[in-house]
């Protein structure tokens, strides 16, 4: 079956390292990838996306990896702050039924925690 | 812009109780969705709707009803509260397919079934 799944459940850093979360996905046929960060009693919050065409996208202090050989996404966080804390979801798309409606299979979740 | 606002933050049900989560949009997104997230997994998707008067089952629909009369509203019907669905509920939403762009998600609807 499709999975997202995540290989460290929690990750602390110090304030000012570079912080990388990873996420293994298991749908060869997913082309959109997405992450997201969730703070305590908050939605989740868009933080950066990428599409199969690509290995890497760049944001504001954040790089997508994509390497699609070994389904494997990363997310890198530069200069990691204490407001970076939070639970980040990776996500990929996946295509049930016959209608055409791609929905998000999300991962469980990652706690990065930044100390000072 | 409020963007996804949901109503209410928290409550709490009886068994056998209903109740609707309230959700409605400002962006004139055409998709809407309702997830719900327990304690160290993912989201799931309950239902969701690619228009208005359009809405379709998503993973795990069951105890669950949704209607969609307008391009901003979603609300989120329980008919029997059960003890199984206690959970935080999150209403998102996006222009176009979820697959292939980002949802924007509100601040989620937090209920305990007791």
């Known amino acids: 079956g499709e999975s997202v799944g995540l290989h460290l459940p929690t990750l602390s850093v110090q304030e000012g390292d570079n912080s990388i979360i990873n996420c293994a996905y298991s749908?060869?046929?997913?082309?959109?990838f997405i992450w997201y960060k969730q703070e305590s009693g908050k939605g989740p919050q868009f933080i950066i996306d990428?599409?199969?065409?690509?290995d890497k996208r760049q944001g504001q202090r954040v790089t997508v990896l994509l390497n699609k050989t070994v389904k494997h996404l990363s997310l890198q966080i530069a200069a990691t702050q204490p407001g970076d804390s939070a639970v980040y979801f990776c996500?990929?798309?996946?295509?049930?039924?016959?209608?055409?409606?791609?929905?998000?299979?999300f991962g469980t979740g990652t706690r990065l925690l930044v100390s000072p | 812009n409020a963007g996804v606002t949901q109503t209410p933050k928290f409550r709490i049900l009886k068994i056998g109780q209903s109740m609707t989560l309230q959700c409605t949009q400002d962006?004139?997104?055409?998709?809407m969705y309702w997830y719900r997230q327990d304690p160290g997994m993912g989201l799931k998707l309950i239902y969701y709707?690619?228009?208005?008067?359009?809405?379709d089952k998503g993973e795990v629909p069951n105890g669950y009803n949704v209607s969609r009369s307008t391009t901003e509203d979603f609300p989120l019907r329980l008919e029997l509260a059960a003890p199984s669905q206690t959970s935080v509920y999150f209403c998102?939403?996006?222009?176009?397919?979820?697959?292939?762009?980002?949802?924007?998600f509100g601040d989620g609807t937090r209920l305990s079934i007791l």
């Open positions: 998102a939403s996006s222009y176009r397919n979820a697959g292939n762009q980002p949802q924007h």
């Open positions: 749908n060869s046929a997913s082309d959109y």
């Open positions: 990428i599409r199969s065409n690509m």
């Open positions: 996500a990929e798309n996946s295509t049930p039924g016959n209608t055409g409606f791609q929905k998000l299979v």
């Open positions: 962006m004139n997104h055409n998709y």
């Open positions: 709707s690619v228009g208005a008067g359009i809405t």
